[in-house]
């Protein structure tokens, strides 16, 4: 049971203490003059094993952690489907690329086996220049076999991105996590 708490303490479904994206926009990747947030429906690969809703559940959970884990840091945070017209918006939306849910036991049989993956990324624009802030993918792998193997599925990973993603965004924005 150790080992299933030290391997799986490498990540975290914690917004203020999950480890923050690589941005791969060149160029600026401030979030400094958004003020108000309006978070959209992730897309999913049409032929993905992926439920319908997980693009937008995903959003949600991002939309929830930026709105209440790093305290005022955003005048307004909210989920939409379209631009709330508010003054120095920004749009967060992005595309889930894999989702993989492999198999608890064939990963507590044999390392490896089942391995199951969640990867995509996320992009942010400012409303009304339309002009890109930041875009950093996100991916998370999980093959270990044996106990530990059968201790984290998919619904891990999709809480520990969507950390990760608010936590990227808040410290764009110029939050600054707890010291360790």
């Not at 507590?108 to 089942?114: A, D, E, P, S, W």
Request: net charge positive; aromatic share 8%; charged share 20%.
């Amino acid at each position: 049971m150790l080992a299933v708490a030290l391997l799986s303490g490498c990540t975290t479904t914690s917004s203020t203490k999950a480890k923050s994206l690589k941005a791969t926009t060149s160029g600026a990747t401030s979030l400094s003059e958004c003020e108000n947030i309006t978070v959209f429906a992730f897309g999913i690969p049409a032929k993905s094993s992926a439920a319908a809703s997980t693009g937008v559940d995903f959003a949600r959970d991002i939309q929830n952690r930026l709105g209440h884990d790093f305290g005022p840091i955003f005048q307004s945070v909210e989920f939409g489907d379209k631009a709330r017209g508010v003054e120095k918006e920004c749009l967060v939306t992005g595309d889930i690329t894999k989702y993989k849910p492999g198999s608890r036991v064939a990963r507590f049989i044999l390392i490896g086996l089942g391995a199951a993956s969640f990867q995509g990324n996320v992009v942010v624009v400012d409303a009304a220049s339309q002009i890109q802030l930041l875009n950093a993918p996100f991916s998370k792998l999980w093959a270990w076999g044996g106990i530990a193997g059968a201790s984290k599925g998919i619904e891990d990973m999709v809480k520990e991105s969507a950390a990760a993603v608010a936590s990227t965004l808040a410290q764009a924005k110029g939050w600054t996590p707890p010291a360790k």
